[in-house]
């Protein structure tokens, strides 16, 4: 494909400044940065953070293990090429976007400037997350992805569940504060998916009479 960098070269340090990025108001100019910042990067930085992600996982069970690669090759490998690829309508191009995208950008900023090899990696993180949250409207985690307990992100009638969406969002360096996922209600952790649909009718068919019949 046409968007890597295949310079060959090792590239160190950071990229580019997300003062740049804080300057985009519209969906459509911040997919087009998204798109310019990511041609900077190649599939080695890809397998690169996967490595990584991998050896943070050194001393959790195989099995367990072997699941969270798997969702991270999706929010990585795939988060990327989706958003090197996508194109949006002249409408979604014009949706503003909200108010936490000057934080986003800010601890991006903060992130990706520690002086350390890690900072240009750092940052395409903050990329692939940014495409995720505020093009897509969708969690950074994807669906599907698991957390100890034997929860898991998921998606359900039209929202985004996560069962430690409340616990995380006060951690610095994850992006919790910033995903349109909320947090898991019990009837999500203690109820199969046939359950939850029979209380979720009943529930729509009460709201119905109650509001609407008169």
Not at 183 to 204: F, G, M, N, P, Y
Request: glycine share 6%; charged share 25%.
């Amino acid at each position: 494909m046409g968007f890597w960098n295949r310079e060959g070269t090792s590239l160190s340090g950071t990229l580019f400044s997300w003062d740049e990025f804080a300057r985009v108001s519209r969906k459509g100019a911040l997919l087009a940065l998204l798109k310019e910042k990511g041609q900077l990067y190649s599939p080695e930085d890809l397998e690169l953070m996967l490595n990584r992600y991998a050896k943070k996982l050194e001393n959790v069970p195989k099995e367990y293990g072997d699941s969270l690669m798997q969702y991270a090759r999706i929010q990585i490998v795939d988060g990327y090429h989706r958003m090197m690829t996508d194109e949006l309508t002249p409408i979604h191009a014009a949706v503003l976007l909200p108010p936490s995208w000057k934080a986003f950008t800010a601890d991006a900023r903060r992130a990706a400037s520690k002086g350390t090899p890690g900072d240009r990696l750092r940052s395409l993180k903050y990329l692939i997350a940014a495409y995720s949250v505020y093009i897509k409207d969708e969690p950074v985690h994807p669906v599907g992805m698991p957390f100890p307990g034997g929860f898991s992100v998921e998606q359900y009638d039209g929202e985004y569940y996560c069962p430690v969406r409340a616990v995380w969002n006060d951690i610095d360096d994850a992006f919790c504060k910033y995903c349109p996922a909320i947090q898991s209600r019990e009837r999500d952790l203690l109820l199969s998916k046939a359950e939850r649909d029979i209380v979720t009718k009943k529930e729509k068919l009460n709201n119905y009479f109650y509001n609407f019949k008169g």
